[in-house]
């Protein structure tokens, strides 16, 4: 009791009691808070509270003796919800009766209710109290809430605002990149094309370098000019001031000249006195004239009289001078007669001399001569005696020389017999000809095998190529024995051994060729693997005579043959193109604009620009467009020619052969002939092919470009077997338009025309594989008969029998 009697407050003056609520002792306001914030019921506090109430009566009476303190007391005491309870159900207790100590007690509840009460009022005003505290804390939060909602709305809006700036800021950024980026490219561009111009500067740099030393030697030579001027000024100069001097001096004699002109003017004055008195003596002049005029017409009628008297003197005195002049030249003549006289006695003496030695010697020679002239005289009687004799004999030859003369006629007349009868036997035999070719077959079919070359390496001693001996194939077999022993035999039309010459090979085609001649259009092409001797075939060696190939020995015929044919009134014109078809495009091999065979970059269009289209006319004539045709007329125009074409012709490399052809190589020889005797004319197409390499794709071993190469010339090649079977089988739609080789050839390989081809093969063992299908290739091919040859001929006179006979 006595620790809580110490916290109490000090008992309140009167002036404390008329103060508010907030004059509370602080430590009261802490009560009634912490009372509200634990709860009403549980606490500790409460209990002891309560205690105080129980023990009322004492306080109380303390109280009661204190008096008016009640109120001071009350604040202190405080109520669980359980001793209220308490309070109210609490109920007066003793005996019936007793109604002093009910009213003690009844007095003791209501002291102890109205201490409640107070107590209970006390809580409630506390309660408002802090209830409108709480309400305007609340309203200031409220405020402040609003406030900073504002607040926050604002910084909301700011930050949208800046949030779409910032977007259009970035879009403005992003362009800003894209316009950097296309800037910095054209700046790399610029960069580039400024790198360009600064070569073309320092070039510029250098040659204005050089025109700097010219034009420093100038500005030397300049100063020297600038030096010898200054000097040439000074001089002037000084040519100035004497100018000067002089014009001083000139002015002091115009003074001078002016004081005479006034001079002159009083003279003149003067004289205008005298000239009144001129005038008056004028007059008597006058007066004087008319008079001494009529003496002058007399005197002017003498004159005339006596002038005629002088012409009279002078013409006597012309005369007079002409005799003088003439006697004047006389006399000179004569002096000259005179002069040459003189020289010429001297002369005449020493002559006269001279000539009586030569007079003398003279008649020495004459004397001689007159022993001469006897003896001639007996030799001419000899002679006279031999010419009556021969006479004799000249007219026995006379009668013989007429015998003669009538035997060359008769025999004359025989020879044009006989060469008439010769033009028919030449039409005969191209007939002939012409009909044997037909037996053999519009397609023919020869195999030339190579000899084993050094180079072909291991391996070569077992020979893999065999000729049967029998005689129904003696010459046109062959057999290809494969490392297994198995043996493949083959025939074709011919077949050449490695021993066989080009001169051999020529022999059996020189026919054909005599065929281009008489009008045919005629193809011979060379097949076979790369190395297989099929440039050697058709071109040879050409540094060696006996090694030229087909083409060269072909041309040499068909010259010599045109030639001699020309007795027969043929007149042959000769045109020449070679081309090359490489990846399937022409090349132009006689082009002047070609740069060289090896530029591959350029196998595109050949030369520059151009196009080389291949058209058929409708009478079987092939044009290729820009395609260089040269007439040749000599071999040696020719062979200038397939060398130009040999240089420009593309070359590959392959395992297989260092220069092998990667190209198909076309000569043409177009042939017109007219014959003028018989009207006939011919036009022959000679077609000599050489083939790009038939080899299969796994043996050349070719990559990248030279695998398109490859491909390209294995469809081609495929092509022109197609289009052979097409042909032999009698197809209605050959496809000739498949490659540019067949297409280019159609006419020649159609009905009317002569094909020849060659496979090569060579004897080389590692090519054995090679060489078995160039052989069935060839074998298909020699199976087939391609339609009846047509001669091209035109008969300008009506009656075609002439031409057969
Ligand atoms: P291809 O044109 O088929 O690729 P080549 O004609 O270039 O082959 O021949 C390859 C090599 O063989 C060349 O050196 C050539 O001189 C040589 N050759 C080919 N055939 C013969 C032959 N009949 N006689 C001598 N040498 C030949
Ligand atoms: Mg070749």
């Known amino acids: 009791m006595a620790s809580r009697n110490q916290n109490k407050p000090p008992p309140r003056t009167p002036l404390n009691k008329s103060s508010g609520v907030d004059d509370m002792p602080l430590d009261k306001r802490r009560k009634v808070g912490t009372g509200r914030m634990i709860g009403p019921a549980i606490t500790g506090r409460g209990r002891q509270a309560f205690a105080v109430v129980n023990n009322r009566q004492h306080i109380g009476m303390n109280a009661g003796d204190l008096g008016g303190t009640e109120g001071s007391e009350c604040g202190a005491v405080e109520f669980t919800k359980e001793e209220v309870e308490a309070l109210l159900n609490e109920k007066i207790k003793g005996k019936r009766f007793d109604l002093k100590g009910k009213m003690e007690q009844m007095n003791d509840h209501i002291k102890k209710l109205k201490l409640c009460i107070k107590w209970f009022q006390e809580v409630e005003e506390g309660h408002v109290q802090e209830e409108e505290k709480l309400r305007n804390t609340l ?52 960069h580039r094309r400024e790198k360009e111009a600064r070569a073309a500067a320092e070039k510029l740099q250098a040659s204005l370098r050089e025109e700097l030393e010219k034009s420093e030697q100038e500005k030397s030579s ?133 000539l ?163 009008g045919y259009k005629v193809c011979i092409f060379a097949y076979g693997q790369t190395g297989s001797g099929k440039t050697y075939t058709m071109m040879g060696r050409p540094e060696a005579p006996e090694q030229k190939g087909l083409i060269p020995r072909s041309l040499e015929q068909i010259f010599q043959t045109s030639q001699s044919l020309s007795a027969q009134g043929w007149k042959y014109k000769m045109q020449a ?30 030369g520059v620009g151009k196009q080389y289209a291949i058209k058929h006319d409708s009478n079987g004539n092939t044009h290729v467009s820009d395609l260089t045709i040269v007439d040749v007329c000599s071999i040696k125009e020719v062979s200038s020619l397939l060398q130009q074409a040999a240089q420009s012709r593309s070359v590959g490399k392959t395992q297989m052969n260092e220069q092998s052809s990667r190209s198909h190589f076309v000569f043409t020889l177009r042939i017109s002939g007219v014959n003028e005797s018989t009207e006939q004319q011919v036009q022959g197409v000679l077609n000599l092919i050489d083939l790009a390499g038939s080899e299969r794709l796994s043996r050349s071993g070719a990559t990248g470009d030279r695998l398109k190469e490859t491909q390209a010339i294995n469809k081609s090649l495929s092509c022109l077997s197609d289009v052979i079977f097409a042909l032999a089988k009698k197809d209605d739609h050959v496809p000739f338009r498949n490659s540019k080789l067949t297409y280019l050839l159609q006419p020649c390989l159609g009905g009317d025309s002569k094909t020849l081809m060659f496979v090569n093969i060579s004897p080389d063992p590692s090519s054995v594989g090679e060489s078995l299908c160039s052989l069935r290739f060839a074998a298909r091919v020699n199976s087939c008969e391609i339609g009846i040859p047509r001669r091209q001929t035109t008969l300008r006179a009506s009656d075609s029998r002439l031409s057969y006979g």
Do not use: W
């Open 139 to 190: 309203e200031s939060s409220e405020r402040k809430c609003t406030e900073t909602e504002l607040a926050m709305k604002n910084k909301e809006e700011e930050l949208n605002a800046i949030i779409t700036e910032l977007k259009v800021n970035n879009a403005s950024l992003q362009e800003n990149l894209a316009k950097e980026e296309s800037e910095k490219l054209d700046a790399i561009e610029c």
């Open 577 to 606: 193109s070679m081309l090359e078809i490489y990846n399937e495009t022409i090349r132009d091999l006689l082009s002047v604009n070609r740069s060289g065979g090896l530029d591959m970059t350029r196998v595109d269009n050949g």
């Open 222 to 354: 300049a100063n020297q000019r600038v030096t010898s001027l200054n000097d040439m000024y000074k001089r002037l100069q000084e040519y100035n001031t004497s100018l000067q001097q002089y014009n001083s001096k000139l002015q002091t004699e115009l003074a001078s000249a002016n004081e005479s002109l006034k001079r002159v003017e009083m003279e003149k004055t003067a004289i205008v006195g005298n000239l009144t008195n001129l005038r008056s003596h004028y007059n008597l002049l006058q007066d004087q004239l008319t008079s001494s005029r009529a003496s002058q017409d007399e005197a002017l009628k003498q004159k005339e009289a006596l002038g005629k008297e002088v012409g009279c003197l002078r013409g006597e005195l012309q005369n007079l001078r002409e005799d003088r002049d003439k006697q004047l030249t006389h006399v000179q003549a004569l002096t000259a007669e005179i002069v040459k006289y003189k020289e010429s006695t001297g002369k005449s003496v020493a002559e006269l001399d001279s």
């Open 356 to 518: 009586t030695i030569k007079s003398n010697a003279l008649e020495d020679t004459c004397s001689s001569q007159r022993e001469q002239i006897r003896i001639l005289q007996h030799q001419l009687d000899a002679a006279n005696e031999k010419l009556k004799i021969t006479d004799l004999s000249a007219l026995e030859t006379r009668a013989m020389f007429e015998e003669k003369k009538r035997v060359i006629c008769e025999l004359q007349d025989r020879l044009a017999d006989a060469e008439l009868q010769n033009i028919e036997g030449e039409k005969l035999r191209k007939k002939l000809h012409n009909t044997i070719l037909e037996l053999k077959g519009n397609i023919r079919v020869f195999c030339r095998v190579r000899p084993l070359l050094p180079e072909d390496g291991a391996g070569t001693e077992r020979a893999v190529i065999s000729y049967p001996t029998s005689m129904e194939s003696l010459g046109r077999g062959i057999d290809l024995i494969q490392s297994a022993g198995q043996k493949y035999p083959f025939t074709f039309d011919q077949v050449f051994t490695h021993d066989a010459s080009q001169q051999d090979v020529f022999i059996e085609i020189s026919q054909l060729v005599q065929s281009a001649l008489d």
